[in-house]
T-cell receptor, first 115, second 112 residues
Framework: NAGVTQTPKFRILKIGQSMTLQCTQD?????MYWYRQDPGMGLKLIYY???????DKGEVPNGYNVSRSTTEDFPLRLELAAPSQTSVYFC??????????????FGEGSWLTVV | GENVEQHPSTLSVQEGDSAVIKCTYS??????FPWYKQELGKRPQLIID?????GEKKDQRIAVTLNKTAKHFSLHITETQPEDSAVYFC???????????FGKGTKLSVKP
């Protein structure tokens, strides 16, 4: 059972570089999310999507972009990487919104360092 | 917007003892309260959740209580074992889309 798969697992970026974190899920979930987790902190929502073609900002969207062309895929784009974007990134999905009590399933995480 | 405060940030207990983690929230409209466990280097995983029409829920050694009047909910782990050592996150729904807002986490260490 693949669930939520994200790549790469580890990446080192230089300041100003750009990259895309890939995320795909095979559970036919409508909702997908990108969170970042800084050391000693909780999970902060970057962007989310309630279905193909629909995306919206979360708590900390600056410096990121997303797209949702298919139900399965939800890539996160980092433009002009900055040291403040050093973090662990988690992609996640759920069948419905959190307010309805739908379980959110997380990917294994992507460790990103910007130097 | 919704704000979730979680305490304590670290908790150390002896194996067999109980552990309690508490969270408070600000939005009275919040109606779903999950708890996630994250082992070192792993992804967060749901361990138990409760909805606003229920005051308490148990699953073996884990229980969650909810006090909507006081706007707080707690995770109780009884007969702790070393494998319970992890970071635990509370969460609740907030914002216009009801997305989950997470607490900052509690690092639980269970000493053998």
């Amino acid at each position: 059972n693949a669930g939520v798969t994200q790549t790469p697992k580890f990446r080192i970026l230089k300041i100003g570089q750009s990259m895309t974190l890939q995320c795909t899920q095979d559970m036919n979930h409508n909702y997908m999310y990108w969170y970042r987790q800084d050391p000693g902190m909780g999970l902060k929502l970057i962007y989310y999507s309630v279905g193909a073609g629909i995306t919206d900002k979360g708590e900390v969207p600056n410096g990121y972009n997303v797209s949702r062309s298919t139900t399965e895929d939800f890539p996160l784009r980092l433009e002009l990487a900055a040291p403040s974007q050093t973090s662990v990134y988690f992609c996640a999905s759920s069948s419905g919104g959190g307010a309805r009590g739908n379980t959110i399933y997380f990917g294994e995480g992507s460790w990103l360092t910007v130097v | 917007g919704e704000n979730v405060e979680q305490h304590p940030s670290t908790l150390s207990v002896q194996e067999g003892d109980s552990a309690v983690i508490k969270c408070t929230y600000s939005d009275s409209a919040s109606n779903y309260f999950p708890w996630y466990k994250q082992e070192l280097g792993k992804r967060p995983q749901l361990i138990i959740d409760i909805r606003s029409n229920v005051g308490e829920k148990k699953d073996q050694r884990i229980a969650v209580t909810l006090n909507k009047t006081a706007k707080h909910f707690s995770l109780h782990i009884t007969e702790t074992q070393p494998e319970d050592s992890a970071v635990y996150f509370c969460a609740t729904t907030g914002g216009s889309q009801g997305n989950l807002i997470f607490g900052k986490g509690t690092k639980l260490s269970v000493k053998p």
